[in-house]
């Protein structure tokens, strides 16, 4: 792997425009409508030996689709667009012509074994062939290939449309390029490609599959409900609970079993998954009375578990620790990563439970090394040597790259890390994937701060570390906006030496159609930077309204507009080097600016929805206090005790409850 970034990874294979899917049962379809919603124009057959199979997976997938556009996800359009070149097939005839044959069978490697010599039958010899199998190795399911080199194993994640997890196996026989192609095709195409090692069950079922197992290994002290209560400290829905929704036993039996047989008895199922079909449990949330020590044991045995697998993947590097916390949440519903969490328990508490835990459970991995050594340099940010340039991608899919403090302080840490470093002309920041590059501050942190104007105000000084750093930064940071920047994703922008764009990008500052305002530099910075477009500013900050990256660039916001990631970098580094040469330009200014009159109130925002003329009075009192204060570090400090009034109006009560409650806020009685 060249590039921890998967969209640096230069590709010369074009994108797929045939792909045979083999499987119609639970997850092949779901892979199918993934593709097809990413690339609409793809043909795609689904393959399966039953007809039933087929018409029920195709039905399924209509009512996908069906629900999308209800919703106001998907337009009818792209619907229709994507259902179109869908079809179905029992014959593997019809995988002539695919680019690629993703096989999506039953747990069965002699099975598997026959549809992928099938397979290579009736394909190119440059058609890749991937197994979605959760467990077996891919030197054993491709060892019977002519060309292993274009196989291995691509394991989704249920919902597999949804959710943007994907291992990707780098096996010994994998050609370079196919690897490099995979996880650069996944994060083009709104995933998360995981790239892990070859061992049995690879690396996100070993810590799921023991999760479970140690979880039916402690019914003898507690119930089913019991143990789910406890979990859910650490995971949104305990083990009980999810294996019962995607009825697990017969898996955790299999993969367990394959563990043990490979790698000792402590691996091997706990026999009570052979005799139930459904755990008798409570769904996530519900009350369930858990005796003390009883809530402590299974506490520790469930941090053991998670521990001693986090220590034996690294160890035996089936994966990295970064990865592993990221995988852990988004794939399977972590609250935080188990790294995370060992740095959140100190290492005398967590050297304790593994202690305890080795007593429990003999053979279980335990750690070869200083707890220290297995935590992740940064876990928010991936970091890249673009030549002298030093590339930092804001990593968070489930938050579309959210900025948090620890994300912040990733970030920080590698431009100190970097600055006096004379074989760096400077930085890029980027956002993952194609459509955020940062959906601004993490709004589940705010709900703490309503009601307290010192708290919030505070927080808001906090969260500008990074800014006021960049302001005074010796070496060009150049924002490389690759999608959506929001609220503090495009504060971070503005502080940036430079910000180009991908044509399609925009910007916005949604804060009041929250009940809110923007904290860190929004207020102030832009009328001191880009004074003439004073005016656009205004309307963002007060009716939401979208910029989009051609209007930026006219506006002089946006230095260059580029067409695609690969230009996209190009032009940034490119602007790093320039800036580098000709010396970083000085920070917005000090000194009272000039400012247009705000246009009269409307009361509503630019989407048509109503906006507390409370939270606009606020915006605008603070627009005009921060364009006439008589420095920089005044005019923020305006934004921040303005950010600590709003934090304080019933409108930000009401903006910010709506969010995490996933509906549009009525501003209407807030005032
Ligand atoms: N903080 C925390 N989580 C955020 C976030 C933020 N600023 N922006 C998005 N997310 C989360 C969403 O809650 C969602 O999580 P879920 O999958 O657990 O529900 C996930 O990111 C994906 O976002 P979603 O809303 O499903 O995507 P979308 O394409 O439908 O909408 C936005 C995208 C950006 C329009 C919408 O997410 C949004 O309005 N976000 C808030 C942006 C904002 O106001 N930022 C300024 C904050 S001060």
Redesign the pocket.
């Known amino acids: 792997m060249t590039y921890a970034y998967p969209l640096l990874e230069p590709v010369s294979r074009p994108m797929p425009r045939r792909i045979g899917v083999v499987g119609a049962g639970t997850i092949g379809p779901d892979i199918a409508y993934y593709l097809k919603s990413a690339l609409p124009t793809l043909e795609l057959v689904l393959l399966d030996v039953r007809p039933s199979a087929i018409d029920a997976a195709l039905a399924r997938l209509r009512g996908y689709a069906d629900k999308a556009v209800a919703r106001g996800?998907m337009n009818a359009d792209d619907a229709t667009a994507t259902l179109s070149g869908l079809t179905g097939s029992t014959d593997y005839g019809a995988l002539a012509g695919c680019d690629w044959v993703i096989e999506a069978a039953t747990e069965d490697l002699a099975l598997k074994r026959r549809i992928f010599a099938d397979v290579e039958a009736r394909v190119t010899p440059g058609t890749l062939i991937t197994s979605n199998t959760s467990s077996l190795p891919a030197a054993r399911i491709f060892a019977g290939l002519a060309r292993p080199e274009r196989a291995t194993v691509t394991h989704f994640f249920a919902p597999a449309w949804r959710n943007p997890a994907v291992e990707v196996i780098d096996w010994p026989a994998l050609d370079r390029g196919v690897l490099a192609w995979l996880r650069r095709f996944f994060a083009e195409t709104g995933k998360l490609p995981l790239v892990t090692s070859d061992a049995a069950c690879f690396m996100l079922d070993r810590v799921f599959d023991n999760w479970c197992n140690d979880a039916a290994l402690l019914l003898d002290s507690a119930t089913a409900a019991q143990v789910d209560a406890v979990a859910q400290e650490f995971v949104h829905a305990g083990p009980f609970f999810v294996l019962n929704l995607a009825n697990g036993n017969p898996i955790i039996i299999e993969t367990n079993t394959l563990q043990a047989d490979e790698e000792g008895e402590h691996y091997r199922p706990a026999p009570i998954f052979a005799s139930v079909q459904q755990w008798k449990t409570a769904a996530p949330g519900q009350r369930v009375d858990v005796p003390t020590q009883t809530a402590k044991a299974v506490r520790e045995r469930l941090l053991g578990v998670l521990w001693s697998q986090t220590v034996d993947i690294l160890d035996r590097g089936i994966g990295s620790a970064a990865d592993l916390d990221l995988g852990c949440r988004v794939a399977l519903g972590f609250k935080a990563g188990p790294l995370e969490l060992m740095e959140q328990a100190g290492d005398d508490a967590v050297a304790k439970v593994l202690g305890h835990y080795a007593m429990q459970r003999p053979g279980m991995p335990m750690p070869q090394r200083p707890l220290a050594d297995y935590r992740p340099t940064e876990r928010h940010v991936l970091v890249d040597r673009l030549d002298d340039v030093v590339v930092i991608t804001l990593r968070r899919p489930?938050?579309?790259n959210?900025?948090?403090d620890a994300m912040t302080d990733d970030i920080l840490r590698v431009i100190r890390r970097h600055e006096t470093d004379p074989s760096v002309a400077g930085f890029v920041i980027t956002g993952y994937g194609t459509?955020?590059f940062c959906?601004?501050?993490?709004?589940?942190r705010?709900p703490t701060l309503l009601g307290n104007a010192d708290g919030a105000a505070q927080y808001a000084r906090d969260c500008s570390r990074l800014l006021v750093h960049l302001d005074t930064a010796t070496k060009p940071v150049v924002a490389a906006i690759n999608g959506?920047a929001?609220?503090?994703?495009f504060e971070m922008a503005m502080r940036c030496h430079a910000l180009v764009a991908h044509r399609r990008a925009w910007l916005?500052?949604?804060?009041v159609?929250?009940g809110?305002l923007?904290?860190i530099g929004a207020m102030a910075v832009p009328f001191r930077r880009w004074n003439s477009a004073s005016a656009t500013f205004q309307r963002m900050l007060t009716t939401a309204a979208r910029l989009r990256a051609s209007e930026a660039n006219e506006a002089g916001i946006v230095a260059e507009l580029a067409d695609g990631i690969d230009d996209l970098m190009a032009r940034a580094c490119a602007q790093v080097r320039l800036l580098a040469r000709g010396g970083v330009p000085p920070r917005p200014g000090d000194g009272p600016v000039p400012l247009p009159a705000f246009p009269p109130f409307e009361g509503r925002a630019a989407d048509g929805r109503v906006v507390s003329a409370a939270v606009v009075r606020l915006i605008e009192q603070g627009v005009r206090d921060a364009a006439a204060a008589p420095s920089l570090a005044a005019a923020l400090e305006v934004g921040y005790r303005a950010f600590g009034e709003v934090a304080c109006t019933p409108a930000a009560r009401e903006g910010i409850q709506a969010?995490m409650e996933?509906r549009n806020p009525d501003f209407t009685a807030t005032g």
Request: glycine share 16%; net charge neutral.
């Open positions: 996800k489930e938050a579309l959210a900025l948090h459509k955020a959906a601004g501050a993490d709004i589940g705010f959506m929001l609220g503090g994703g916005q500052l949604p804060e159609s929250l809110i923007p904290a969010f996933r």
